[in-house]
């Protein structure tokens, strides 16, 4: 077996092709696992080598388990030659979302090479809770603040000024401290949504038939950027310049800029928010309840599936 030096040597002059693997939409634990540097010591044997290679895949599943593409898609996956890193790549394909998840999953992925895949996307993860919590906050006290201001005591609603003038300057700067944390990444998702063609034109006429069918036709695959997300994206940035023209104006104040113009910029003002709650909302639904609604259906048939399987076993035995 070569040196564990010499193969870290060799992984750290590829560097080039793990970035490029980790921009790929494409599932990366099969090349991942050939850069590694072997299994742990805890999970082989002494003559490990004449038992499995570090190269070959177990077929343990756990790359198929752990990715939401083949829990959305095909649901718990029990057919052995299924579960490995080959039917990933084939099933998974261009729908991979870059999450990375098969390879913190994989036995034969070494820790460094995990620790670089969960980093890489670390400047995204950041804006992007940066982004949630601010949007957030800003949607919550702007709600109360519209609604609200003349039934809730003072005290109150001051502090909810406080916290949405503290949070418009947060959103505001998301798009700076994207840039600052990794620009390479916000150059890539900026060519992403701007870039249209005739497969996006087709995959919103598709969407647009399955939901006229109401089940008969299937959608389309989502995939890194798929249509859907650019549009959400795109209404993101729109948002934003919105939001920053209104809400400096808001700062301003009518006894610069009149009071007409206040209740017009008002107005624009509490409408795009209105929408973009609205759009939150369904974002949220997306991404967080019907996953879990999803795992828990799976949890159900998997259950199901067990059962059976202990009733003929039972049958079987006599």
């Not at 060799?10 to 599932?27: F, K, N, S, W, Y």
């Not at 994207?178 to 087709?202: F, K, N, P, T």
């Given at each position: 077996?070569?040196?564990?030096?010499?193969?870290?040597?060799?992984?750290?002059?590829?560097?080039?092709?793990?970035?490029?693997?980790?921009?790929?939409?494409?599932?990366?634990?099969?090349?991942?696992?050939?850069?590694?540097?072997?299994?742990?010591?805890?999970?082989?044997?002494?003559?490990?080598?004449?038992?499995?290679?570090?190269?070959?895949?177990?077929?343990?599943?756990?790359?198929?388990?752990?990715?939401?593409?083949?829990?959305?898609?095909?649901?718990?996956?029990?057919?052995?030659?299924?579960r490995t890193s080959m039917a990933l790549e084939h099933l998974v394909a261009d729908q991979c979302l870059r999450c990375f998840a098969c390879i913190r999953a994989c036995p034969q992925t070494d820790r460094g090479l995990k620790e670089f895949a969960l980093a890489y996307r670390r400047g995204e993860k950041v804006t992007h809770a940066l982004l949630a919590s601010a949007f957030l906050t800003l949607s919550l006290s702007g709600?109360?603040?519209?609604?609200?201001?003349?039934?809730?005591?003072?005290?109150?609603?001051?502090?909810?000024?406080?916290?949405?003038?503290?949070?418009?300057?947060?959103?505001?700067?998301?798009?700076?401290?994207?840039?600052?944390?990794?620009?390479?990444?916000?150059?890539?998702?900026?060519?992403?949504?701007?870039?249209?063609?005739?497969?996006?034109?087709?995959?919103?006429?598709?969407?647009?038939?399955?939901?006229?069918?109401?089940?008969?036709?299937?959608?389309?695959?989502?995939?890194?950027?798929?249509?859907?997300?650019?549009?959400?994206?795109?209404?993101?940035?729109?948002?934003?310049?919105?939001?920053?023209?209104?809400?400096?104006?808001?700062?301003?104040?009518?006894?610069?800029?009149?009071?007409?113009?206040?209740?017009?910029?008002?107005?624009?003002?509490?409408?795009?928010?209105?929408?973009?709650?609205?759009?939150?909302?369904?974002?949220?639904?997306?991404?967080?309840?019907?996953?879990?609604?999803?795992?828990?259906?799976?949890?159900?048939?998997?259950?199901?599936?067990?059962?059976?399987?202990?009733?003929?076993?039972?049958?079987?035995?006599?």
């Amino acid at each position: 077996m070569p040196d564990r030096d010499v193969l870290r040597r060799q992984r750290e002059a590829l560097g080039t092709a793990m970035i490029d693997i980790l921009d790929t939409v494409h599932p990366p634990v099969a090349r991942f696992r050939l850069m590694s540097l072997g299994m742990s010591p805890a999970l082989r044997t002494e003559s490990f080598q004449d038992v499995v290679g570090d190269k070959g895949c177990l077929s343990c599943g756990n790359c198929v388990d752990a990715c939401p593409v083949m829990a959305r898609q095909f649901g718990p996956i029990l057919i052995p030659n299924m579960r490995t890193s080959m039917a990933l790549e084939h099933l998974v394909a261009d729908q991979c979302l870059r999450c990375f998840a098969c390879i913190r999953a994989c036995p034969q992925t070494d820790r460094g090479l995990k620790e670089f895949a969960l980093a890489y996307r670390r400047g995204e993860k950041v804006t992007h809770a940066l982004l949630a919590s601010a949007f957030l906050t800003l949607s919550l006290s702007g709600i109360a603040l519209f609604h609200f201001r003349e039934a809730w005591p003072e005290a109150v609603i001051h502090v909810l000024g406080v916290l949405h003038r503290i949070a418009a300057p947060a959103l505001a700067l998301t798009p700076l401290v994207y840039l600052w944390l990794d620009r390479l990444h916000l150059g890539r998702r900026l060519r992403q949504i701007v870039s249209w063609g005739r497969a996006d034109v087709e995959w919103l006429r598709q969407w647009w038939r399955a939901i006229r069918s109401r089940g008969r036709i299937g959608f389309p695959t989502f995939g890194e950027a798929h249509p859907g997300r650019k549009a959400w994206q795109l209404s993101l940035c729109a948002a934003f310049l919105v939001f920053a023209a209104t809400g400096s104006a808001l700062w301003i104040g009518e006894g610069t800029l009149g009071k007409s113009l206040i209740q017009r910029v008002t107005w624009v003002h509490s409408r795009t928010a209105m929408v973009m709650d609205v759009w939150v909302a369904i974002h949220l639904v997306r991404v967080l309840v019907r996953p879990a609604l999803q795992r828990l259906r799976r949890m159900l048939a998997l259950h199901g599936h067990e059962a059976d399987l202990l009733v003929e076993r039972a049958q079987y035995l006599g």
